[in-house]
């Protein structure tokens, strides 16, 4: 990746990372369906407008609609919602780590569910640090008591960490649609079928008119932490592919946790930093890129 590319990725995980900020903000006013339909309502118009600036049409078939329909639900409405439902109970930055757990979870999920990505041993060692790191993040507390808020909003976390796995593997099936359509297709779909689960279920017309501060929280996740971070994704992807994509979860919840911690107050857990660095670990073991250049021989 040259100069331009790291410049992209480390906006993106500004980006993301201001996700779990914004999410912190807005459970203080919104309930979570509202919330996540804000996100992805917003973002949906944004991006349809976008491509109907650029005269770029979407896919009609039923059967992709279709796709994206599942693709919305997996990769959106389940994982945003057990985000948002998890930061009513943890902090934005522990919520963020937790998040970058997913590529472990993508690992096991790829060995069950297709032929050609099964477990080596560098993989295994990465899911093993992965998992250990999430434990240290928890702590041992969480053995004494199953019933605490606290460890329900971890294992929500964990749980869309999970089903961002299951979408990795379904979203490999858009091949030949531009990227950016299948973001606009899953988002749109998204919006769809939250529309009528936040009417039935938060009655958003019955709750108070939100402040400035929750408008302007709900429009920049909505455009900066979705629509452009989007943008921002499929452009990495076409050039730099999506190995080095994966670079961007070593920084995401660093961008997080310092958002947390310079605009909410929020202060680390004691296992935040040794649970982070272990999960950092399995994601490289993962990635093996470093392996693979430790073991190359210096240039005389």
């Not at 963020?96 to 060995?111: D, M, R």
């Amino acid at each position: 990746m040259g100069p331009t590319e790291w410049t992209l990725l480390l906006a993106l995980s500004a980006l993301w990372g201001g996700s779990f900020f914004f999410f912190k903000l807005l459970v203080e006013t919104l309930p979570p369906l509202t919330i996540v339909l804000g996100r992805v309502g917003i973002a949906a118009v944004a991006l349809n407008l976008y491509l109907l600036i650029r005269r770029d049409p979407m896919p009609t078939a039923p059967a992709t609609w279709r796709a994206f329909l599942i693709m919305g639900l997996l990769n959106n409405v389940v994982p945003f919602t057990l985000i948002v439902f998890g930061e009513t109970r943890i902090s934005s930055g522990l919520a963020s780590i937790l998040n970058a757990t997913t590529p472990v979870f993508g690992v096991l999920t790829a060995h069950v569910l297709t032929t050609t990505e099964k477990l080596t041993w560098r993989r295994g060692a990465g899911v093993l640090f992965g998992f250990a790191g999430v434990a240290v993040l928890i702590g041992p507390d969480a053995l004494t008591g199953l019933g605490a808020q606290d460890l329900t909003g971890e294992l929500a976390c964990l749980a869309a960490a999970f089903i961002y796995g299951l979408a990795g593997i379904y979203g490999r099936r858009f091949k030949g649609i531009p990227p950016l359509k299948v973001a606009t297709g899953q988002i749109t779909a998204s919006t769809l079928v939250l529309l009528p689960a936040a009417a039935l279920v938060d009655r958003p017309w019955t709750l108070p008119m939100p402040d400035g501060t929750t408008w302007a929280a709900l429009v920049g996740i909505a455009l900066l932490s979705t629509a452009l971070a989007y943008m921002l994704y499929f452009r990495i992807l076409a050039v730099a592919g999506a190995t080095n994509l994966l670079l961007v979860t070593f920084l995401l919840p660093i961008s997080a946790l310092l958002l947390g911690w310079l605009a909410l107050g929020e202060r680390l857990a004691p296992g935040a930093i040794p649970g982070m660095a272990m999960i950092g670990l399995g994601l490289a073991c993962i990635d093996g890129r470093l392996l693979r250049r430790s073991r190359q021989p210096r240039a005389a």
